[in-house]
């Protein structure tokens, strides 16, 4: 008897042990734009996915096949324990590039590796983006630093003799779509590949005239869409972290065959925009309601975000210092409570996630938004606001509203730089909603404890005590009206 009521306590608290559909959606078809709601993506049986996962792009030292294999069985694994879903592969780093050595021949036995990946992703419940191309120059020069890989595609320089002459030439888009032509054999038809990416950051590749990598996005959106008609297609560009980056996202989302508003926003003390020093919460909110500001009608998603030396000159020194992993926490929760499709998608999974041993960040969101589908709520993200010390970032919806609120008097520079310890917020009572509330739970994702309010009254809630975050949960006594 006690095995089983052990087992019920587990499948209500970490639902997705018992079938949630996020993490065991692999029956449910492929994932699209929700056709009830345009802001977040679902599956085809409409019910609504929320991606919960980061980057793991590539291995960061050279394996082989079964060495890759390995790589991902242990990532995924974590992942999936912790109620993650989603990732993002580089098909072009070279653990998966399947045109390594001539342009136009394709090695089917590199591509097993791919399809090794395939089948460990649906082992484990995760949906893939793929990434279809990441080079920049035609020669042969190495990586950055030690575990990243090189941008460089010096096969293609015997077919193309420059970069513009990539984008432009029919030889260089025959390059491209030749290649994304082979995938599709193989991966169009599959509905764990939740889409795919054209480029990563495509306005990093130095051509004099930046228009022709727009026009050659334009171009290749509904071409390569063709070719995977069943998957979510986009763009992405490289980290918004300077006052130019602005309208070339405003016009790279507004494109109508771009499927998701993606951004990319790192804290990076050598960037131009201020917001990129300011905590992780506020640096990744703002993203996406930057966004917001420009496609209202998409799904955005933070889909790289992190820490980094000044001007991207290699993964943070503050990554050594955050072993409870408060930058984690912030981009996860800041980005889905400010009306994004998905929690904040981190960059760094090996110099950060799996060094600290930080994976539980990503259960403890799963677990704070439990049985809250935001397409049946019509959820409304309003503006974060301040009381006393604490900022409030708040999704309304018809019958159930969430609420995150970060206690603002700690972050990055008081813990990480400063060396200061969080102090405990006091019980309080706060005006959250006007409406009167029917029920009020918190969720303390730091100490993995849900209590539930003993009274409340009138639309005043008295929070218990937490450190650095909570969660509120209130379920309305009548449907509130969409907004």
């Known amino acids: 008897m006690h095995l089983l009521h052990l087992l019920i306590a587990l499948l209500s608290f970490y639902p997705w042990l018992a079938g949630d559909k996020n993490q065991q959606g692999q029956n449910a078809g492929f994932v699209k734009v929700s056709s009830q709601d345009s802001r977040y993506l679902a599956f085809e049986n409409d019910s609504v996915f929320i991606p919960v996962g980061p980057n793991i792009c590539f291995p960061r030292s050279e394996l082989n096949t079964q060495g890759i294999r390995d790589y991902y069985e242990r990532y995924f694994q974590k992942l999936s324990q912790n109620g993650g879903n989603y990732t993002r592969i580089w098909l072009s780093a070279p653990h998966f ?23 460990l992703a649906a082992k484990y419940g995760i949906r893939i983006k793929f990434c279809l191309e990441h080079f920049r120059k035609l020669t042969n020069a190495p990586a950055r630093f030690a575990g990243s890989v090189a941008f460089d595609r010096p096969p293609y320089a015997s077919q193309v003799p420059t970069m513009e002459s990539f984008f432009e030439s029919k030889k260089g888009k025959d390059l491209y779509l030749n290649r994304v032509e082979f995938l599709a054999h193989r991966y ?69 065959d771009n499927d998701i508003a993606q951004v990319h926003r790192y804290l990076d003390e050598g960037a131009a925009l201020p917001i990129c020093q300011a905590p992780m919460d506020e640096l990744a909110s703002d993203a996406v309601r930057t966004l917001r500001s420009f496609s209202p009608d998409k799904p955005v998603i933070l889909s790289e975000v992190g820490a980094v030396e000044p001007h991207h000159a290699g993964p943070s020194r503050l990554y050594a210092k955050d072993t409870a992993g408060i930058l984690l926490h912030d981009l996860l929760f800041a980005p ?14 090996e110099y950060y996630i799996e060094k600290n041993n930080l ?41 159930t509203s969430l609420y995150w609120i970060r206690d603002a008097t700690c972050n990055w520079k008081t813990e990480l730089l400063e060396g200061q310890m969080p102090q405990p917020v006091p019980s309080q009572v706060l005006n959250l909603h006007p409406k009167k509330a029917k029920r009020i739970s918190f969720y303390d994702p730091w100490k993995n404890t849900w209590t539930v309010a003993r009274k409340s009254s009138g639309s005043r809630v008295e929070i218990p005590a937490f450190t650095r975050s909570l969660v509120v949960r209130i379920d309305h006594s009548h449907s509130l009206k969409a907004n």
């Open 97 to 119: 590039e399947v045109e390594p050595d001539r342009p136009g021949v394709y090695d089917t036995g590199l591509a097993e590796r791919t399809d090794a990946l395939v089948a």
């Open 188 to 256: 169009a038809e599959n509905p764990v590949v939740m889409g795919w990416e054209l480029w990563n950051e495509i306005n990093a590749v130095p051509l004099q005239d930046p228009q022709r990598l727009l026009n050659w996005t334009k171009e290749m959106l509904p071409r390569v869409k063709a070719k995977f008609p069943r998957q979510l297609l986009m763009q992405s560009m490289g980290s918004m972290d300077n006052p130019s980056s602005l309208e070339l996202y405003r016009t790279y989302v507004q494109l109508p």
């Open 336 to 349: 889905f409570f400010s009306g994004a499709a998905a929690p904040g998608q981190s960059w760094h999974w």
């Open 359 to 399: 994976w539980w960040h990503f259960g403890r969101f799963r677990q704070a938004i439990t049985a809250y589908d935001p397409v049946a709520q019509k959820a409304q993200a309003t503006e974060a606001r301040r009381v006393n010390s604490l900022k409030i970032y708040a999704l309304e919806g018809k019958t």
